[in-house]
């Protein structure tokens, strides 16, 4: 069987112009390891809609709204320029990069403990404590998680299935375990952000041990991951700003409702960023003009798959809620139409392909423009049309990124030097 599966994909390639036998390889590993994440996400979610209310629910969510603004400053854009690294044999930027990111944790932990301090001020002692949650594990696990990109470095995708479920399971039950003992929203946000910090330092001390990098370094990967990162805060900031507008507007119960909607179409979007994952390391290895070539072969199948993917969602929504989330029935035509942001999949390939040729001038001009476009199409939408207006902005931003990404990437010029911030 597995070889009649190897042939028929061999036969496949000839029309793709793609090594099908290794997209299925970390599709495969890539999925199963998400799938059991995002089932139990699914999980805590149906306990969530069961057992919180919407108010309760929306407080939960506006602080991990605002721990998506804290994150925006921690090194994010590190992870990518590992794998890059690691993809090119420069192993031993796992243990550096991990470690730089520890020590520039302090920096949003100190914010963090500024927000606390904020609202313990106005006599908000519950999100004070929140953010004291926030301050102390969210640093922590950003930096340890650097041991999933360790592993897609090496295209080792079975082994970093294995290792991620194990962490799923870590942050996930102990969510789970929590809401059966309390239904406070601080709690519940603890359990998030420690859960998670614990299960990433006990696989980056795993991967450490089971499977140690060579000593192999590239001077250039901390400065290209501060770049990536920091071209990455006005994306981060953005995303968050669509949750903050609907809690500020509606309010908690309203931004219940949305963020219920939003829920599946996120998932699959996570999902789907297997291609992009699996990519890097491949377009790493490529030259530019290599990489230009096979991302524009791709591109139609990318549209495809998110087509089909979108369509099936939007017609097993109603009944997926009915079962699943009876109490958010109102969030069922938001969740239809905001099926199509799943398009966001195609331009993060793009942007994958920039990424794996360090394009950083043209990174630059991606991520500091589109980021100033959503937020102003939050805004002016969220004005006049409320809930609605945020969904269709959502959906808009593709459409807009997909024309952008694709003119940088038809720039033929070489890439950029890194030049450390000042």
Do not use: C
């Amino acid at each position: 069987m597995k070889q009649k599966i190897i042939s028929s994909l061999k036969w496949s390639e000839r029309y793709t112009k793609t090594n099908m036998t290794y997209i299925a390889s970390g599709a495969f590993w890539g999925n199963f390891n998400y799938f059991v994440y995002s089932a139990l996400g699914l999980l805590a979610s149906i306990l969530f809609a069961r057992l919180l209310t919407k108010e309760t629910y929306g407080m939960y969510q506006y602080i991990l709204s605002i721990a998506g603004l804290v994150g925006a400053v921690t090194l994010t854009g590190m992870n990518s320029a590992v794998t890059r690294a690691v993809a090119r044999g420069h192993e031993g930027e796992f243990k550096k990069a991990t470690q730089y990111q520890i020590l520039f944790g302090i920096i949003p932990g100190i914010i963090a403990l500024i927000i606390s301090g904020w609202y313990l001020i106005n006599g908000n002692n519950s999100l004070a404590l929140s953010f004291v949650w926030v301050a102390l594990f969210l640093p922590l696990g950003n930096a340890f998680n650097t041991w999933a990109a360790y592993t897609g470095g090496k295209k080792l995708f079975r082994v970093g299935t294995y290792y991620g479920l194990l962490n799923s399971l870590i942050s996930y039950t102990g969510v789970i375990a929590l809401v059966y003992f309390s239904r406070d929203f601080v709690w519940i946000a603890f359990a998030n952000f420690f859960f998670g910090f614990l299960g990433n330092i006990i696989m980056y001390k795993l991967i450490l041990k089971n499977i140690p990098p060579n000593e192999t370094t590239d001077p250039e990967t901390i400065p290209y991951g501060k770049h990536l990162s920091l071209m990455s805060i006005p994306a981060m900031i953005a995303a968050q700003v669509d949750a903050l507008l609907v809690f500020h507007f509606i309010g908690p119960a309203g931004l219940a409702i949305y963020s219920f909607a939003t829920l599946i179409p996120e998932k699959l979007s996570g999902a789907l960023k297997f291609i992009s994952n699996i990519a890097l390391p491949k377009f790493s290895e490529m030259t530019e003009d290599e990489m230009r070539e096979s991302v524009f072969k791709k591109i139609s199948w990318v549209f495809l798959i998110v087509l089909l993917a979108g369509g099936i969602y939007a017609y097993i929504a109603p009944y997926f809620f009915k079962i699943f989330f009876p109490a958010y029935t109102d969030s069922i035509i938001y969740t239809q139409i905001y099926s199509l942001s799943l398009f966001s999949i195609v331009a993060t390939l793009l942007q994958t392909a920039l990424t794996s040729q360090k394009k950083t001038k043209e990174l630059y001009v991606f991520n500091f423009s589109m980021p100033f476009v959503k937020i102003l199409l939050l805004i002016g939408f969220m004005y006049y049309f409320k809930v609605w207006g945020v969904i269709w902005a959502q959906i808009v931003i593709p459409f807009i990124s997909i024309p952008l990404l694709l003119f940088l990437l038809r720039k033929k010029s070489p890439p950029d030097s890194i030049v450390k911030p000042n």
